[in-house]
């Protein structure tokens, strides 16, 4: 479920709650913090680098040393091809953030760009100077019309930056429906869209350093010609190379890919978009960060239910399998094992660390467990904190019955409701944009027993205490078999 929390909500909030407070004791000083909050939210949306509306993406992620070049407001069939020709001559990637309006004018510019092996960026789709003045609708429809034109040119943008900059309280909404997140800047020359382009190379020389993504526009310029415009675009290339400064990619800057050629049905939702770019790092965060405590309690609690549940049994499916971290274990101790994921990435890492276990009996399926069909059915099913992205569980369970044989096992681990609980719902909020839910025993048991389960167990684990019932639930149960028929 789509809920994304910003610093935006937790500063109105809180201004809510002062000025509440402060009625009782003063009511002029009242309106004080609602003032406060009124005018962060008029100033916010010009700081292109401050996240009060949503997560921005303005500068390299930490210790990277190159710099990204960015252009916007193309493509300009009068000066993209010849600033294309320019970054060949240099062997210099860029990024560029196009309006959807001009690509469906100009494909073959489109083609272009990515034929020479740089990214393509979304910048809405007309470029609307007040565009985050906007109702959402509005905000909505120009984003989707420029995906739309750039899926037609075979590429799918990730990325998207708004006209100037400016952010708006709808933008996540919209960009996690898309399956997007916005990169602003960091390093920029205020050429008004190349109507001030004197000294351009400059100004961006003054002010370029490591970790800097530069945003520039391949647009013909207002009163200049094109070729000095090019100039400016070469100065500064030289400059930076001369300072010892290397141009890289912007998805190798930010670690994080600027777009996909091609589209799929699980690549558009936001938890994909999460775990594509967070693959590399993510075992190293479930081990080694403060979310370590948790998920060394869930293997300690599958490692227990190994031989109840997977030793010797002939299919499972793992739903939400990620890197591998339950599936390689089980897979030594069945004969085959599904491996469903929504993140591509986290699978080829799973895949990749089979190959190096020596282990064959492992097969992965991209996509939204939600809305695919595993195919065939499975002695043994299991789910390790992946049922909390599911917006509707006991529709799942029904569905998921009758993929499991008769009397075979589903086991999960999913998170307990709770005060503790409720507070890492909303750090999720604000990291993911999305709302993991999150129940109680009783709850499991109603929904598992409604789809056609028996045995079933919930036990409750991790921090439990005289006030606190803990923040895991695991659960056991046995598809209902097959009443006994007796011949006469």
Known sequence: MIFPLSLAHFVGFGAIHLYVFLLFLDPVLAALPLAVFLLFLGIAPFFTDIGFFLPITSRGKRGETGVALTFDDGPDPEVTPRLLALLDRHG?????????????????????ILSRGHAIGNHSFSHMPFLMLKRLSVLRREV????????????????????????????????????????????????????RIARLSEKILRKVSPGHIVALHDVAPRGETAERLLGEFDAMILGMKGKGLAIVPLARL???EVMRREASAAGSHPAAMFYDELAEEYDREQFETNVSCSRRKEYELFEARIPE????????????????????????????VTALDISPAMLEILMRKAREAGLTNIRTEVGNA?????GGTYS????????????????????????????????FITARRSLFRFFTQIGNAMRQGMWLKAYNRREIEGMLSAAGFEDIR?????FKSWFSGGMLLEATARRKREPARFMM
């Not at 789910?383 to 529709?395: E, K, Q, R, T």
């Open 92 to 112: 210099v990637p860029a990024a560029f953030f196009v309006t959807g309006e001009k690509a469906a004018r100009h494909p073959e510019i489109i083609r272009e």
């Open 254 to 256: 930010i670690g994080r």
């Open 458 to 462: 919930v036990d409750s684990h991790l």
């Open 380 to 411: 043994a099913v299991c789910a390790f904190s992946s049922l909390a992205y599911l917006s509707d569980l006991p529709a799942f369970f029904r569905r998921l019955a009758p993929r499991i044989e008769p009397g075979g096992a589903l086991y």
């Open 370 to 374: 939600e809305t695919m069909d595993p």
């Open 144 to 195: 989707e019309a420029a995906q739309s034109v750039l899926r037609r040119a075979g590429v799918v943008p990730l990325a998207f930056r708004p006209p100037a900059g400016i952010t708006n309280g709808y933008l996540w909404q919209v960009l996690l429906e898309q399956g997007m997140f916005c990169v602003n800047f960091s390093c920029r020359a205020v050429d008004f869209g190349n109507r």
């Open 309 to 336: 549940v997977f030793q010797g049994a002939d299919r499972v499916l793992e739903i939400g399998a990620g890197t591998g971290i339950f599936t390689l274990p089980i897979a030594r101790h069945c004969r085959e």
